[in-house]
Nanobody, 124 residues
Framework: QVQLVESGGGLVQAGGSLKLSCAAS????????MGWFRQAPGKEREFVAT????????MYGDSVKGRFTISRDNAKSAVYLQMNSLKLEDTAVYYC?????????????????WGQGTQVTISS
């Protein structure tokens, strides 16, 4: 099993920044994609960003392109999400996830392991 723990969420004003972190522990994989998703009340869980194990391949959801940056530290089994120019519509619970055997993936169903989520609230 893999345990994922997110941190860094909170309340921030529109236009501000936050950095989310996710630490993985337990079973490790030699090559896997990590990703961030988010879910706002009453909405489907939405893809935010994904990053490959190596090669620095990243992909972003259209709504966050140019504002969010995903990165990872394999030595620490960690993934990060730097969020800038935050908007009211970024308010959601943010989840990190692991997709074993995938280089990158935008599909929720490719991710086998999920964290509990961290709340991000943007105020006006």
């Amino acid at each position: 099993q893999v345990q994922l723990v997110e941190s860094g969420g909170g309340l921030v004003q529109a236009g501000g920044s936050l950095k989310l972190s996710c630490a993985a522990s337990g079973r490790t994989f030699s090559n896997y994609a990590m990703g961030w998703f988010r879910q706002a009340p009453g909405k489907e869980r939405e893809f935010v960003a994904t990053i490959s194990w190596s090669l620095g391949i990243t992909m972003y959801g259209d709504s966050v392109k140019g504002r969010f940056t995903i990165s990872r530290d394999n030595a620490k089994s960690a993934v990060y999400l730097q969020m800038n120019s935050l908007k009211l519509e970024d308010t959601a619970v943010y989840y990190c996830a692991v997709a074993p055997g995938r280089v990158v993936s935008t599909r929720r169903t490719d991710y086998d392991y999920w964290g509990q989520g961290t709340q991000v609230t943007i105020s006006s």
